[in-house]
């Protein structure tokens, strides 16, 4: 097991480093979680069921990560992409949303907007506006053909490719996730024609809260409403 991971584990579960390597080995060898809580005490520090039970779910998180990473070297290898730097960030990472973000260029995709405007030859065009160096346009009509049948068509091509590169962007996906963790809210509201039938879940009939500060009784609570189709349940980043 990486020892990265070892350390990892054992700051967010509050071990020792070597309570978690020994149980990581232990649970390597196929070892139940009861034979260990039970009978491997002294290579564990009488780690009980349930934290053995939490060791266990990383360790299995850990592997499946692993696979993930595994794969994705493999796959951007394949296309021609892998380059020194990206493969040193990809080992290197220790985050499921970082190593799909580092991914996600390479992903295959459907076929979309952004994939028709770069068929159609508007990727000039958009890396012209999104450089913005020039306050003005370049000649539109040199992007005119039989697929793109107008200015207004360019332009929206090059949006589409735009839209796809920031949406794509590690840092602008670092920020989107940041400000939502930080600014987040939940709000439910009552669906009008079930106001009697909705008593028990009158707390929630007209209610926002702060999403990092609403406990989670109340977000169950509120999405058993959901559930069982009296309210309707929202998040959404405050604009203030």
Wanted: aromatic share 10%; glycine share 2%.
């Amino acid at each position: 097991m990486n020892k990265k991971w070892i350390l990892l584990t054992a700051n967010e579960l509050g071990m020792k480093e070597w309570q978690v390597e020994n149980t990581f080995k232990l649970l390597s060898e196929s070892a139940t979680i009861p034979f260990i809580s039970r009978y491997r005490k002294e290579m564990t520090g009488n780690l009980d069921e349930v934290l053995v039970s939490q060791l266990n779910q990383k360790y299995t998180f850990i592997n499946e990560f692993e696979e993930r990473r595994a794969f994705i070297l493999n796959s951007i290898e394949q296309q021609g992409f892998l380059n020194d730097e990206l493969k040193d960030e990809i080992q290197n990472c220790y985050d499921i949303n970082h190593l799909e973000d580092l991914y996600l260029p390479f992903k295959p995709k459907k076929r979309n907007k952004a994939l028709v405007a770069k068929e159609n030859g508007l990727e000039p065009l958009a890396k012209y506006i999104f450089e913005q160096k020039s306050k003005s346009l370049p000649n539109l009509s040199a992007f005119i053909n039989d697929k793109v049948e107008s200015e207004e068509k360019a332009i929206q091509g090059a949006k589409d490719i735009i839209i796809e590169w920031i949406s794509e962007n590690i840092y602008a996906r670092d920020v989107v996730r940041q400000q939502f963790a930080k600014y987040a809210e939940i709000e439910s509201k009552v669906i009008k024609t079930k106001v009697e039938e909705a008593e028990k879940y009158k707390n929630y009939f007209d209610f926002k809260e702060r999403l990092s500060r609403c406990p989670s009784h109340r977000i169950l609570a509120m999405r058993r409403g959901e559930n069982e189709g009296f309210l309707r349940v929202s998040i959404k980043i405050d604009n203030q």
